[in-house]
Structure formats: structure tokens, C-alpha cells
T-cell receptor, first 113, second 111 residues
Framework: AQSVAQPEDQVNVAEGNPLTVKCTYS??????LFWYVQYPNRGLQFLLK??????LVKGSYGFEAEFNKSQTSFHLKKPSALVSDSALYFC???????????FGSGTRLQVQP | DGGITQSPKYLFRKEGQNVTLSCEQN?????MYWYRQDPGQGLRLIYY???????QKGDIAEGYSVSREKKESFPLTVTSAQKNPTAFYLC??????????FGEGSRLTVL
């Protein structure tokens, strides 16, 4: 079985400050890890993925994520938050041989001006 | 433009009625998926299809049915057997690299 945990329902950060949205996972074998963002009443937009290689992955809109195998984590980060980053963020995982992603429950990011 | 089109965006259903949600993609992806989103629960997998004329149950398939007669199309039927169908339904497709591309969703409300 594969699973994802996003321990924070909401993260609040001031504009211009760095942000981190946490994600831990459980999967058999090597993980395929993803981050998505969702704006109200919209579908999910792909931000970035880790399949193999460098543990620091860069994605869209200045976001990046760090894969940590020993801690089974894949935290999303951004050096300087924008008010427009306020949205719902989902972490997802797929194990080797599996064809569907399992999503976390989501973390709402609120960036205050 | 390439992408995934879901329709209708909003749908209202009386109890006991079946409804079908449409999902069409022109990305030439083999794999397609249906997820259900409820507040505070993230996305849960209903059905997925890796190839035409084949599909697999996901974690919450009871009360739903699908077909995959064409590569471009993966409609979802919400049957009267689904006890709590009010939700936001998301369709996605995927290339071999694994990331999902989502449609804009269909919001179903049972009256």
C-alpha cells in the first residue's frame, strides 16, 4: 500500500518570507513523488516531480522540493512567498509498478501581504 | 489547445438518478483517471484505465461505472447505488512519465 501524509491543514506565511509545506510518504520500492496546486473550483496544476537523481527538484513558479529518503519526506519550498501563492497544495506518491497516484489530504497555504 | 475537457462543470441530480460525467483529452495519453474530492479528504481514486477497452477499480469504485471505448474519452457514470455522490469530480490523463494532467472538474450536487 502507498500513502501520503501532509501534517499541516494550513500554513500561514508573510509575503516575502520563505515557505515550507511538509509531506511524508510510505511506499514499496523507489517512490515517484509529485506536488500539485489547486485554486478554488479548479483542477490541479502540476508543480514538480521527483523520479530519480538530484534530491533538490526545481519546478514551476519558483517552487522547489527536497527529497529525503531516510526521512521519507518530500517538502515543498519557496524562498520568497507571494500573495498569489495562496492556494491548496497536494503531495502525491506512486510506487514502482503502480499506475495511479495516491494524494495527501492537502495543505492550505495562506500568504499575508 | 491541448488538454483535458470535463463537462458539465456543474450538475444537479435527484436521488435515484444516474448521471454521466464526460472527460475528453487530446494529449494522446494512454492512461486516464477519475478522482473524487471531498473537503478535508484530498483526492480518492475511483477508476483508472491504462489502455482502450481496459479499466481498473480504484479505492472507492462502488456505485460508479466507466467505459473506455476510445483513447480520447473516459466517461464516468454515477449510479443510484452511490450513497453519497455530492462531490467534486476530477478527471486526469498521464503520459508514460507519470505526472497527471487534470481537467477543471465537475461539481455534482444531489438534491
Amino acid at each position: 500500500a502507498q500513502s501520503v501524509a501532509q501534517p499541516e491543514d494550513q500554513v500561514n506565511v508573510a509575503e516575502g518570507n520563505p515557505l515550507t509545506v511538509k509531506c511524508t510518504y510510505s511506499v514499496s520500492g523507489n517512490p515517484y513523488l509529485f506536488w500539485y496546486v489547486q485554486y478554488p473550483n479548479r483542477g490541479l496544476q502540476f508543480l514538480l516531480k521527483y523520479i530519480t537523481g538530484d534530491n533538490l527538484v526545481k519546478g514551476s513558479y519558483g517552487f522547489e522540493a527536497e527529497f529525503n529518503k531516510s526521512q521519507t519526506s518530500f517538502h515543498l519550498k519557496k524562498p520568497s512567498a507571494l500573495v498569489s501563492d495562496s492556494a491548496l497544495y497536494f503531495c502525491a506518491v506512486r510506487g514502482e509498478g503502480r499506475r495511479a497516484l495516491t494524494f495527501g489530504s492537502g495543505t492550505r497555504l495562506q500568504v499575508q501581504p | 489547445d491541448g488538454g483535458i475537457t470535463q463537462s458539465p462543470k456543474y450538475l444537479f441530480r435527484k436521488e435515484g438518478q444516474n448521471v454521466t460525467l464526460s472527460c475528453e483529452q487530446n494529449l494522446n495519453h494512454d492512461a486516464m483517471y477519475w478522482y473524487r474530492q471531498d473537503p478535508g479528504q484530498g483526492l480518492r481514486l475511483i477508476y483508472y484505465s491504462q489502455i482502450v477497452n481496459d479499466f481498473q477499480k480504484g479505492d472507492i469504485a462502488e456505485g460508479y461505472s466507466v467505459s473506455r471505448e476510445k483513447k480520447e474519452s473516459f466517461p464516468l457514470t454515477v449510479t443510484s447505488a452511490q450513497k453519497n455522490p455530492t462531490a467534486f469530480y476530477l478527471c486526469a490523463s498521464s503520459p508514460a512519465t507519470g505526472e497527471l494532467f487534470f481537467g477543471e472538474g465537475s461539481r455534482l450536487t444531489v438534491l
